[in-house]
């Protein structure tokens, strides 16, 4: 059974950084994308970012820029940097994993999730 668990939230200035890490146990014998979600409170949960089995990524063009997301296939683990951090980012933050090769938009199409970590911060 695959699970993920996220950590490296916390309260941040603006301006400052974070890396946020999700950790998977369990084997996931097909290849698989993975993502990082985000919500706001009263908002819908969104893609902040992903990155195929391959390494290609993708993001939200409202981190552009500033997010980088990568994975290490070995430590069974996946990243998310997150520099120039804004109030508007301010959110939990959850990990996210989907069986295949591409990177979807929709969170109903991913097969695992993480609690999430929030990430709170401050003008």
């Known amino acids: 059974q695959v699970q993920l668990v996220e950590s490296g939230g916390g309260l941040v200035q603006a301006g400052a950084s974070l890396r946020l890490s999700c950790a998977r146990s369990?084997?996931?014998?097909?290849?698989?994308?993975m993502a990082w979600f985000r919500q706001a409170p009263g908002k819908q949960r969104e893609l902040v970012a992903g990155?195929?089995?391959?390494?290609?990524?993708r993001y939200t063009d409202s981190v552009e820029g500033r997010f980088t997301i990568s994975r290490d296939n070995a430590k069974n683990t996946v990243y998310l940097q997150m520099n120039s951090l804004k109030p508007e980012d301010t959110a939990v933050y959850y990990c996210?994993?989907?069986?295949?090769?591409?990177?979807?938009?929709?969170?109903?199409?991913?097969?695992?999730w993480g609690l999430g970590t929030p990430v709170t911060v401050s003008s």
């Open positions: 990155i195929t089995s391959g390494g290609a990524t």
């Open positions: 996210a994993a989907r069986v295949g090769y591409g990177i979807v938009v929709t969170a109903k199409n991913y097969d695992y």
């Open positions: 369990g084997r996931i014998f097909s290849a698989y994308a």
